[in-house]
């Protein structure tokens, strides 16, 4: 059984691999590293660290053992921080975001019932991007994201919002006269994809490889933003499946939204990290579910 400072004095030398900068970090002396190093490795009964007078990389064995510890140690510093969360109460900082416009006033309620229910939490807000969402959970300068559903690898909590979906297509397509669609149209034409980025499912479920019926759907070019990806709709490079507020949030005489009478609704709401499941946002997640309960 390793004991904690043991751990640590192994991860943090196989992340920075130099002996001096691993004794700084961690507040002691580099004879210190040096010992609690060799003594893991009479353990280990093999060399976890190949060592010169100028480089120290890990050995295989090394690196497989930095592989297998980092999500535990990951695990018990989430399960820490959930506990001193819980025993002082909801205070700190929580950072929460808002993808596409028609989110902000789902998040802005929220945030307004939290600080009211929880006047000593600072809430941060901020508006991601499409190329920034799954990296600003995972670093953690996102607590709580409002954006859609499906968003896999992540926590989906309770749907706030609701809309139907709609096919954006040029101002002058023909499809733009059709007063609904079917989810079949999307195999006649190419359909403008989302960055490489996004989530999966996501994708899956918003521009999907195959109809209902099994018909091939061709891809058209990719956009970096959802602006692009209309102005690419308007350009007439393809069309895109959207949700229902894009009407209204998104106007723009080049672009024509129709709706499509055979698609499931859109659903949106907070998505978030597992191994970040605090006090706070799971209170967050309870005031934005209170605060939105007459727009589901």
Partial sequence: MLERYEVETFLTLAEELHFGRTAERLRVSTGRVSHVVKKLERQ????LFARTSRVVRLTPIGRQLADDLTPHVAGIDAAVRRAVDAGRGVTGTLRVAFLGEWTAPV????????????????????EAQLSNTRAGLLDGSTDVLIASYPFDGMVNGPALLSEDRMLAVAA???????????????????????????????????TPEHTPTGRPVPKGPAGNTFSEMLSLVAMGRGVLPVGGHTRRYYPRPDVTYVPIHDAPPIERGPVWLASNTTTRVREFVRAATDANSADR
């Fill in 44 to 47: 280990i009964g093999a060399p």
């Fill in 107 to 126: 998040l802005l309620r929220a945030v307004a019932l939290f600080s009211e229910r929880h006047p000593d939490c600072t809430v941060e807000v901020h």
């Fill in 172 to 206: 002058g397509h023909p499809l733009a006269r059709e007063r609904s669609v079917s989810l079949e149209v999307l195999a006649d034409h190419p359909v403008v994809q989302y960055p490489s980025v996004t989530s999966v499912e996501f994708k899956r479920d918003r």
